[in-house]
């Protein structure tokens, strides 16, 4: 059984349902499942007051559930054409990961959900991956087979499923979410093609 990390922070809630998306991609592969798990929220500014862990609701990853999973997808808002802090931060926390070469050759792939279509959701994606290569990971994207992406109007690059929402918010349309499943699949038959070494 492959176990694959479906790891996001979201606030409004759009990148959370992105997630459990892809987890249902993923769960659609026989021998894979999905594991999902949020971060908590960081201070911003000296006014605000220490988060505290709630009682219910989504459960926040450890880095054992990093060492342990066979793959990983990471989702985020996209704040001023980057990911958000919290996911950041954790990311960030995952040093002694990146020592032991825990997360080495283990495939992974990203997503995120912006306010408008041009507001920088690409070099979100983009810039979510780096941490990914310097952890040694094996990137996947979303190829145009997937034919959702040549004909959305709204969100889905080749880069990793996206939201766009627009001013209203809008929810995720029927393209966006295809996009998400096929890209949970795609992860869940990699990670077995390379955790099964054929
Ligand atoms: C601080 C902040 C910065 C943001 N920056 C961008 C941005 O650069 N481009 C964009 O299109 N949307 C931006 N947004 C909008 C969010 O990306 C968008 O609402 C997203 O769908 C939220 O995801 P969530 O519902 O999972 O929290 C920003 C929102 C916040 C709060």
Not at 125 to 135: G, K, S
Not at 151 to 158: A, I, L, M, V
Request: proline letters at 5%.
């Amino acid at each position: 059984m492959a176990t694959i990390l479906v790891l996001y922070y979201s606030k409004g809630g759009s990148v959370k349902e992105m997630a459990h998306l892809i987890a249902r991609g993923i769960n659609s592969v026989k021998g894979a499942e999905a594991k999902i798990r949020t971060v908590p929220e960081v201070f911003t500014s000296v006014e605000e007051k220490a988060p505290s862990i709630p009682e219910t609701g989504s459960i926040y990853a450890t880095l054992e559930d990093l060492t342990n999973a066979d793959g990983l997808a990471i989702g985020s808002p996209t704040r001023f054409g980057n990911m958000a802090s919290p996911l950041k931060y954790f990311i960030e926390s995952t040093s002694s990961l990146w020592l032991q070469g825990a997360l080495e050759n283990k495939p992974a792939t990203v997503f995120t959900s912006s306010s408008s279509l041009h507001g920088g959701n690409e070099s979100t994606l983009l810039t979510m991956q780096l941490p990914l290569l310097h952890h040694g990971m094996i990137l996947m994207g979303v190829p145009y087979s997937v034919s959702e992406i040549a004909t959305t109007s709204t969100g889905g690059t080749p880069y990793g499923a996206s939201h766009v929402g627009g001013s209203k918010n809008t929810s995720i349309s029927e393209e966006e979410k295809s996009i998400c499943i096929a890209q949970g699949k795609r992860l869940a038959n990699l990670t077995l093609t390379i955790k099964n070494g054929s």
